[in-house]
């Protein structure tokens, strides 16, 4: 194996790196800077944005982002599984029907105990 079969990896990786590097420094320099109470006042996460690293959280907020980040990287084994299903045939059908009876039983279960409501 040569390192020729790893140019277009890498320069996927520079040209990624450049654009990202590039909107930042663009919106850094021409973006306006304008702060006031209303962008510093607490949005989503319920808490004061710059106090204090060790005030209490509530453990809500960690539950919603852990199910969010389980749920969303099961389905993440859809794709390549879509992609290959004509190569697996049966067998890896019935294996995905399997893990997915399992993903919505956890869904379930996580739906039933509460886990999703929010008061």
Do not use: H, T
Request: proline residues 5%; hydrophobic residues 60%; contains cysteine.
């Amino acid at each position: 194996m040569n390192l020729e079969q790893y140019l277009p990896v890498l320069l996927f990786i520079l040209v990624g790196i450049g654009v990202g590097g590039g909107a930042m420094a663009a919106g850094a320099v021409l973006g306006p800077s304008r702060p006031d109470p209303a962008k510093l006042s607490p949005y989503e996460c319920g808490f004061e944005a710059f106090e204090d690293a060790r005030m209490k959280f509530d453990v809500r907020y960690y539950l919603v982002a852990i199910l969010f980040i389980l749920f969303d990287l099961e389905i993440a084994f859809l794709f390549p599984w879509a992609v290959s299903l004509d190569a697996i045939g049966f067998f890896g059908f019935m294996a995905m029907m399997i893990f997915l009876a399992i993903l919505v039983v956890g869904f379930v279960f996580e739906w039933m105990k509460g886990a999703l409501d929010w008061e």
